[in-house]
C-alpha cells in the first residue's frame, strides 16, 4: 500500500500541534481558505501520483535494468546511507533549477504559491512534478542503485521536509547551517530581495553553502511568503497550469522565434523584449501587495469544511486502494475527487458556479452509487452503498440550503471585502 496513507493521521496530527501551539502564543498561523487549498493540492498530487509515478518508475527501472554500471545491494547500509545522500544531492539541483528554469517552475510553483507559512504548506506539491523530475535522479540508476533504494530515500527526503514548514519553530543554532531547518525554509519561500531564490537544500543545507546559495534569516526582515506573481486563485488545476499557461502565452505572443523557444528554459520572470516593451511591468515591491483573501459567508466555510474532511477520507481510500482497482474505477474515483476538490475552492473563491458544481459532483456519485452498485468498487455490501447515497444526498441538501443561504449573506461580506 501507498505508504503516504500512513503518513496522513501524521500530518493532520503535527497541523493540530501547531494551531495549539500557535493559539497558546495567541499567534495566528493559519488562514482556513489557505489551508484547505494547500491540503486540497497535497491530496491531488498524491491522487495524480498514483498514474504517473508509475511512469516515473518504469523509466528508471529501465536504465538500471539495461545501463547500470555497477550492481549495488539494497542489503548494504552503506548503499542506503550513499543512496540518500545522493538523492540528497540531486534534489538540491532539481530544486534548483526547479527555481531557474522557466518550465520546470511552471510545475514546482504550486508548492510557493501560498502566502502563508504553515505545516499545509508543506502539503502543497505540484501534480506536474513527474514531466521533468525524473531525469534529475537518473543518475541513480546510472550507478545501480536499486529501485527500493530510489523509492525509500525519495520518501525519507520528502516526509523529512514536512516539518521545516512552521513559524512555530525559531532559529536552531549550528542546526540552521548544516540541515534544511524551520528558519532557513522560511527564508526559502521568501519573496524579499535577500531571500529569493535561496536554501534549496532538502536534507542538508550545507549544499547551498557549498554552491553559493545560501541566505541566513535576519530577524530585522521579516520574510514575505509567496511568489512574485501571485495567484490570487484557490482553483487547485488552476494552480497547477497557471505558469504553463503563462509561458505558452509569451510564446505565442513574442514575434522571434528565438524568443519563443528561449522562453521555457530563461528563469521565471524573463520576458522577450517585444513583450517586455509592449507590456512592461512594474517594479516588484513585496511589501506592497495585500493577501488574496475573499470574503465568504460562514454558512459556505462550515460547509466546506465538512465536505472536505470527507473528501480527505475519501482521498486516502483513493491511494489506499487506487492500484488494486480495475484502470476505469481507479480514474473515475481519481477524476471525481479532483472535481470535488474543484467544486470546494470555488466555494471559497466565491464563485457564482460553485453550488452548480457541487451539485453536479454529487449528482455523479449518486449515478455511480446508483448504477455501478458501490462506492467506486469499494467492498461493505448493500448497506456501506446506503450508507454513501445517504451522505451524498445530505451534502446535496446541504448545498443548497448553503447556497440560498450565502446568497442571503453576500451584501454584507462583499461589503466588508
Ligand atoms: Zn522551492
Ligand atoms: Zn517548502
Redesign the pocket.
Known amino acids: 500500500m501507498n505508504p503516504i496513507v500512513y503518513a496522513i493521521p501524521v500530518f493532520f496530527a503535527l497541523i493540530g500541534l501547531e494551531l495549539w501551539v500557535a493559539h497558546r502564543r495567541r499567534a495566528r498561523a493559519y488562514d482556513f481558505a489557505d489551508a484547505v487549498c494547500s491540503i486540497g493540492l497535497g491530496a491531488m498530487s498524491q491522487v495524480s501520483g498514483i498514474f504517473s509515478k508509475l511512469v516515473v518508475l518504469a523509466i528508471y527501472v529501465a536504465v538500471f535494468d539495461h545501463l547500470r554500471l555497477f550492481s549495488l545491494s539494497a542489503g548494504s547500509v552503506a548503499v542506503w546511507l550513499a543512496g540518500l545522500l545522493l538523492y540528497d544531492f540531486l534534489y538540491y539541483w532539481h ?1 534548483r533549477l ?2 531557474e528554469v522557466g518550465v520546470l517552475w511552471a510545475a ?1 510553483v504550486v ?2 504559491q501560498s502566502e502563508e507559512f504553515n505545516l499545509s504548506t508543506a502539503l502543497r506539491q505540484t501534480s506536474s512534478g513527474f514531466l521533468f523530475g525524473w531525469v534529475f535522479y537518473l543518475p541513480m540508476a546510472l550507478l545501480g542503485f536499486p529501485p527500493l533504494v530510489f523509492v525509500a530515500v525519495g520518501l525519507i527526503d520528502l516526509l523529512y521536509q514536512y516539518w521545516i514548514h512552521t513559524e512555530q519553530i525559531g532559529r536552531l543554532g549550528w542546526f540552521d547551517r548544516v540541515f534544511a531547518s524551520p528558519s532557513n525554509h522560511r527564508v ?1 519561500h521568501g519573496v524579499n530581495d535577500r531571500y529569493l531564490d535561496k536554501n ?1 537544500g532538502g536534507i542538508l543545507i550545507l549544499w547551498d553553502r557549498l554552491f553559493g546559495t545560501f541566505a541566513d534569516e535576519d530577524a530585522d526582515e521579516p520574510v514575505i511568503y509567496g511568489t512574485r506573481s501571485p495567484l490570487r486563485r484557490y482553483d487547485p488545476v488552476w494552480s497547477n497550469l497557471e505558469v504553463y499557461a503563462a509561458l505558452a502565452r509569451d510564446a505565442w505572443r513574442t514575434r522571434r522565434w528565438r524568443d519563443k523557444l528561449a522562453l521555457w528554459w530563461k528563469p521565471p520572470g524573463w520576458r522577450p523584449a517585444d513583450l517586455a516593451a509592449a507590456d512592461p511591468k512594474p517594479a516588484f515591491d513585496p511589501y506592497a501587495r495585500p493577501k488574496y483573501a475573499p470574503r465568504v459567508a460562514r454558512a459556505v466555510q462550515i460547509h466546506v469544511a465538512v465536505q472536505f474532511a470527507l473528501l480527505m477520507l475519501i482521498g486516502a481510500d483513493c491511494l489506499a486502494r487506487a492500484e488494486q482497482l480495475p484502470l476505469a474505477w481507479g480514474l473515475g474515483y481519481a477524476a471525481w475527487a479532483m472535481l470535488s476538490l474543484v467544486a470546494l475552492c470555488a466555494w471559497l473563491e466565491g464563485a457564482r458556479h460553485a453550488p452548480f458544481l457541487d451539485l453536479a459532483r454529487l449528482v455523479a456519485a449518486l449515478l455511480v452509487l446508483v448504477l455501478g452498485g458501490s462506492w467506486f468498487g469499494a467492498g461493505g455490501g448493500a448497506a456501506l452503498t446506503a450508507v454513501a447515497a445517504a451522505v451524498v444526498l445530505a451534502s446535496a441538501g446541504a448545498a443548497v440550503a448553503v447556497a440560498f443561504a450565502g446568497a442571503r449573506q453576500q451584501p454584507a461580506a462583499a461589503g466588508e471585502s
Open positions: 530544486h526547479g527555481h514546482h508548492h510557493h526559502h534549496y
